[in-house]
């Protein structure tokens, strides 16, 4: 008896699983379309296994923890010495390698401050101050610019073709998020 009545439990939890499963993934696509990068939103939210079971704020948390580790590896990597090694190495002046290590450092500071604003936003989402939590991830995808402007007023020096791969990078997940807490329908 006590077989049988396992057996069926385990039937029942199987057949509720695809109801569940369908329903997270209709919820990750529903979301997504409101976003303006869709694949990005996707692949982000579907490898974390904790989408599954989120709500849209839910997801808007799990795309924001995205974007803070985005940022904080482009502050690593713009922090490396091998970066800096690299760049030293070059057939550039002394001026210019001065000048590439002081942009590239205020990058990486840049980039520091972007994680702590989608930090703060994470605060704003919990404590459900969306306004907040918007304005913050807005000042979070701006960071990328005083970066790559720093570049531009130094036409001597070249604004490093992966930073500007990070960048980009970076500011689509900060679109996604937008398009998640513009969901949440505040």
């Known amino acids: 008896m006590s077989s049988c009545y396992f057996l069926l439990i385990l039937v029942f939890l199987i057949s509720i699983q695809p109801t569940?499963?369908?329903?997270?993934?209709?919820?990750?696509?529903?979301?997504?379309?409101?976003?303006?990068?869709?694949?990005?939103?996707?692949?982000?939210?579907?490898?974390?296994?904790?989408?599954?079971?989120?709500?849209?704020?839910?997801?808007?948390?799990?795309?924001?923890?995205?974007?803070?580790?985005?940022?904080?590896?482009?502050?690593?990597?713009?922090?490396?010495?091998?970066?800096?090694?690299t760049i030293s190495n070059n057939n550039t002046t002394n001026n210019d390698t001065i000048l590439m290590k002081k942009l590239l450092k205020d990058c990486a500071e840049k980039y520091g401050f972007a994680a702590n604003a989608l930090q703060s936003s994470l605060q704003d989402l919990n404590d459900e101050v969306y306004d907040y939590a918007y304005m913050h991830v807005m000042a979070a995808a701006d960071y990328p610019n005083v970066c790559h402007n720093g570049f531009k007023r130094n036409p001597g020096v070249v604004y490093p073709p992966q930073l500007a791969i990070r960048e980009d990078g970076f500011k689509h997940i900060c679109d996604v998020v937008l398009g998640i807490l513009d969901a949440l329908g505040w």
Do not use: E, F
């Open 20 to 85: 569940i499963s369908s329903s997270s993934v209709d919820l990750i696509q529903k979301t997504c379309k409101n976003t303006k990068y869709y694949d990005l939103c996707i692949s982000s939210l579907k490898s974390d296994s904790t989408s599954l079971k989120a709500d849209t704020k839910g997801l808007a948390t799990i795309m924001i923890k995205v974007g803070m580790v985005n940022a904080t590896a482009t502050n690593s990597y713009l922090s490396s010495k091998l970066l800096l090694n």
